[in-house]
């Protein structure tokens, strides 16, 4: 399993970013899939989850309406699509695999995790 993140920089607060997750080694429409981020001296924590076929989206309240998780299977890819950004959205982005059957957002229920990729929101 192999998953690499992209998309990653600086950006101005209100300004827009969208990463994405290239995913290959399993077959990507048989697993949901997650975003995380871990900010400097904070504890990694979940942004959202996408179901295998992308029909079904959760995320966390800090960043409802702001972020957007959707998926290509076809080019076993998932992206975020991040806006109207914040200085507090500074973190590195991960995204994981979830193990089959879990729908939730806790660490422990995804298995396989990418390298993360760095966002920076600053002026």
């Known amino acids: 399993v192999q998953l690499v993140e992209s998309g990653g920089g600086l950006v101005q607060p209100g300004g827009s970013l969208r990463l994405s997750c290239a995913a290959s080694?399993?077959?990507?429409?048989?697993?949901?899939m997650g975003w995380f981020r871990q900010a400097p001296g904070k504890e990694r924590e979940f942004v959202g989850r996408?179901?295998?076929?992308?029909?079904?989206?959760n995320y966390a309240d800090s960043v409802k309406g702001r972020l957007t998780i959707s998926r290509d299977n076809a080019k076993n890819t998932m992206y975020l699509q991040m806006n109207s950004l914040k200085p507090e959205d500074t973190a590195v982005y991960y995204c994981?695999?979830?193990?089959?059957?879990?729908?939730?957002?806790?660490?422990?229920?995804?298995?396989?995790w990418g390298q993360g990729t760095q966002v920076t929101v600053s002026s």
């Open positions: 080694g399993f077959i990507f429409s048989r697993f949901a």
């Open positions: 994981a695999v979830q193990t089959p059957l879990l729908t939730g957002s806790s660490m422990s229920e995804y298995e396989y």
């Open positions: 996408i179901s295998r076929g992308g029909s079904s989206t």
